[in-house]
């Protein structure tokens, strides 16, 4: 290190000899020492040694930093919420925590309420995780329809009404009721608070003249959202959880006061948070047999394929997509089985979402639709194959896939009606394919993916677009009102949530809404899942049979993992 005078000054950096042999206190040779690091020109004083030690720490915290004994930080402060205020009617509160020892699995297990609390997680492309993932938990307002009739549950007191016309309708106008602002500095992701919920495939009947002949077995709402109280972002880069409440300011509140009252709970999540987790539930295996109970046997849906192809040659359609329900007793924990649909099927949406008892549980490989602004998304996904037993015969599955001209046929046709769709309500040449025909691989299929972009029209909304593109092609067919009739007439039960779609609509009217594919649910002591296939007019009955199987699979193994009690 050079000769040292006595008269320099010490600097913040401490470096430690290793270059040569040193004593220590003892004598003995080779000891580790610490020493000084010291500055070249005596007398001269570093400026970051000149400054202040408040001054010099001010410089290493970031803008809206406070001394607060380690609390997150609060973003709008008050002084800075009372002038927010006076913008709008909805203002979010946040403070952000470090959690690198936790992960969204264990921060949702600490919130959860048992009644309305959910989990969205995703994995682009099946191979990678997103950055963010949500946890809900309370509900402001509950909003049930089943057909016309429709409960709001907001306060302790729920309102019964008849709709005249659609019940999504009352979900829009209260959505629209929303000003919410924007607070500077608060980096906040794609969602923070909104309409957290599912659209069963029975509310197509609001948008389409479609017959309602069969039985219904789940007996849920067709439409089920909730207002989550507190949603938490969790970074699975920066490894941080962001708290979110939102302060709501009805006409002759004291906004001061409710600012105290989101941040007071805003408090009492961090603590929660903070506290160490539950005990891990002991998972014992179930050992009686899995009685599975299914809506149509093999030869009743092979019969199904075969009346569909009929109408195909007869020109009435050129796809129909048939499915039909498994059913089995639920005899594990709801939440162990949406670990283990995870581990085995990691896809771009799933959910884990507390309905007031029934739960739904999702790892969809496909959006029905997003609404960012003013741009659209519809990603259709059309043609499956099982994935290789080696990458050898991977790569043969996609080879085949690629050239199977009933697939691509099926694709293209798919891909044309998602462009229609958006054109419904896009602004006249806005509409693109951005990807076409890419292929996707998940745990046990790989699926050829398609992305159609466009602007949605001034004057439109997110209901606008969800009417318009709903159900997806992929899940009924085209033409799509030709098929659905098609469905109806040959599916043995209704479908509830299969087929529909699940996610959120936020306070300003974004959407991102996935279908509700490779979904369980867990309803009244039972687990219930579905699945379909695409039927054209070279569609062989037993294949067809072999691919709702197949997309079946993970969340068969899914619930064998849970019953053999793994962790």
């Not at 992701?189 to 219904?216: K, L, Q, Y």
């Not at 293209?412 to 806005?430: C, H, K, W």
């Not at 009217?509 to 070279?538: F, K, W």
Request: aromatic share 6%; with cysteine; charged share 25%.
């Amino acid at each position: 290190m050079g000769s040292r005078s006595t008269s320099s000054t010490a600097s913040w950096g401490w470096a430690t000899t290793t270059s040569a042999p040193s004593r220590g206190a003892s004598g003995a040779p080779g000891t580790r020492s610490w020493r000084i690091r010291t500055t070249s020109e005596p007398g001269r004083v570093p400026a970051h040694v000149a400054r202040p030690l408040g001054a010099l720490l001010a410089t290493l915290r970031p803008p809206g930093h406070r001394p607060d004994s380690g609390r997150a930080v609060l973003r709008p402060q008050p002084d800075e919420f009372a002038r927010l205020a006076t913008q709008g009617n909805l203002v979010p509160v946040a403070r952000e925590i470090l959690a690198d020892l936790e992960t969204p699995l264990s921060l949702f297990r600490k919130l959860d309420d048992g009644r309305t609390a959910f989990l969205f997680e995703s994995v682009e492309g099946g191979e990678k995780w997103a950055r963010y993932s949500f946890i809900g938990t309370g509900a402001r307002a509950i909003f049930r329809a089943r057909g016309a009739e429709i409960e709001w549950e907001e306060g302790g007191e729920t309102l019964r009404m008849k709709a005249e016309g659609d019940p999504m309708e009352v979900l829009r106008d209260r959505i629209e009721s929303y000003r919410p602002v924007l607070v500077p500095g608060q980096e906040l992701p794609r969602f923070a608070g909104g309409a957290v919920g599912m659209v069963g495939w029975d509310w197509v009947r609001f948008v389409e003249t479609i017959p309602d002949d069969n039985p219904d077995e789940l007996g849920l709402p067709d439409l089920w959202f909730h207002f989550p109280e507190t949603v938490v972002v969790f970074d699975n880069i920066k490894h941080t959880a962001s708290i979110v409440r939102h302060v709501h300011l009805e006409e002759g509140c004291d906004p001061a006061a409710r600012y105290a009252e989101e941040v007071e709970a805003l408090d009492r999540t961090v603590e929660i948070l903070r506290r160490p987790g539950p005990p891990e539930p002991r998972h014992e295996p179930v050992r009686a047999p899995m009685a599975v109970r299914t809506s149509m046997s093999r030869d009743e849906y092979q019969a199904a394929v075969k009346r569909a192809k009929d109408y195909v040659v007869a020109g009435d359609v050129f796809q129909v997509v048939l499915g039909f329900r498994h059913t089995v007793p639920l005899q594990v924990d709801p939440f162990n089985l949406y670990r283990m649909l995870r581990h085995i099927n990691p896809s771009p949406y799933l959910i884990y979402m507390q309905m007031e008892g029934p739960v739904l549980i999702s790892s969809s490989p496909e959006i029905l639709v997003r609404l960012e602004g003013d741009q659209i998304d519809v990603r259709p996904i059309a043609g499956t194959r099982r994935r290789g037993r080696d990458p050898e015969d991977d790569q043969f599955m996609e080879r085949e896939l690629r050239t199977d001209p009933k697939e691509i046929a099926e694709h293209v046709m798919l891909v044309d009606l998602g462009r229609n769709d958006a054109g419904r309500v896009a602004e006249i040449g806005s509409v693109e394919v951005t990807e076409f025909a890419s292929i996707e691989r998940y745990s046990h299929v790989m699926h050829m993916v398609s992305n159609v972009q466009g602007r949605l029209r001034p004057g439109l909304d997110w209901l606008d677009l969800l009417r318009a593109t709903f159900p997806a092609g992929t899940l009924s067919g085209a033409p799509k009102v030709r098929a659905m009739e098609i469905i109806d007439e040959l599916e043995a039960v209704r479908r509830g949530p299969f087929g529909g779609c699940a996610g959120y609509i936020d306070y300003s009217g974004n959407a991102d809404l996935a279908i509700t594919i490779r979904s369980m649910l867990v309803n009244q002591g039972e687990v219930s899942l579905q699945a379909g296939a695409g039927v054209v007019a070279d569609s062989i009955p037993e294949l067809e049979f072999k691919e709702c199987n197949n997309k079946a699979r993970a969340m068969i193994q899914a619930i064998d993992m849970a019953r053999e009690g793994q962790d």
